[in-house]
């Protein structure tokens, strides 16, 4: 599969991905990272349905054979509650029988496995459009913080603050969650794939950087240390 795509032809799009094999999970989010996008995961079906119920996406790309729930139960659950978000179905089970399943069960769209990337992004995008009104906000503000993920520009007070590409992502992903405790497991999954073992200090010299670049100089800091828990952005004490 061949993810090497121009992200300046597409527009960015904010997708959820519900997959539970480890490594096809980690080359989706790169692939859809690496295409210009912003990509939150969940690894079984009761997560998927928690974030999916508790944050806005262009699309949901739901793999139909998950622990805990399955992607048509998923699926048929959102569309219970009235969610219209689009939903992509990725399946081995690829019959007649089974794409009619996926679609009753309210997928938008349903893609067999083996498949190439190209074309999931290209169907991807297709029920971005389709969704049209449902496009999630590219610019997330807390107090006077703002962070435009288009145009990859933060500002504190009206001032732009320079950010290294993991620090951004690293903000970005603590303002799309203002409010609520992020854990290290969040950030290690969504912000550095995987990539480092929970016990290592990377996490906490970041946000220790990040914090000296957004609160420095302000009287009131954003960003705080949950003990025991993880980080949350917030205006006011934690």
Do not use: C
């Not at 079984?44 to 928690?50: K, P, Q, S, V």
């Not at 793999?63 to 659950?77: I, Q, T, W, Y």
């Not at 302000?218 to 993880?230: M, N, S």
Request: proline residues 4%; glycine residues 8%.
């Amino acid at each position: 599969m061949n993810a090497n795509l121009d992200p300046d032809t597409l527009t960015a799009m904010r997708l959820l991905l519900v997959e539970d094999d480890r490594d096809a999970a980690e080359y989706l989010r790169k692939a859809f990272r690496e295409a210009g996008h912003v990509v939150d995961h969940a690894a079984d079906g009761e997560e998927g349905l928690a974030l999916a119920l508790a944050d806005k996406y262009d699309v949901l790309v739901v793999d139909r054979m998950l622990p805990l729930r399955d992607g048509l139960s998923l699926v048929a659950e959102l569309r219970g509650r009235g969610h219209a978000t689009p939903v992509l179905i990725l399946s081995a089970l690829g019959q007649v029988d089974d794409r009619v399943q996926g679609l009753r069960a309210g997928g938008d769209d349903y893609l067999p496995k083996p498949y190439a990337f190209t074309e999931l992004l290209a169907r991807v995008e297709a029920l971005a459009r389709r969704g049209g009104p449902q496009a999630t906000d590219t610019l997330y503000k807390v107090a006077d913080l703002e962070l435009d993920r288009l145009a990859h520009r933060v500002t504190r007070g009206g001032k732009e603050i320079a950010l290294q590409p993991r620090e951004f992502r690293l903000l970005e992903y603590l303002m799309r969650h203002a409010g609520q405790v992020v854990t290290r497991t969040m950030l290690l999954e969504n912000v550095w794939d995987y990539h480092f073992d929970p016990q290592t200090n990377v996490i906490d010299v970041h946000v220790s950087r990040l914090r000296s670049k957004v609160d420095k100089g302000f009287e009131v800091p954003l960003i705080h240390t949950v003990r025991g828990a993880g980080y949350m952005v917030r205006a006011g004490l934690a």
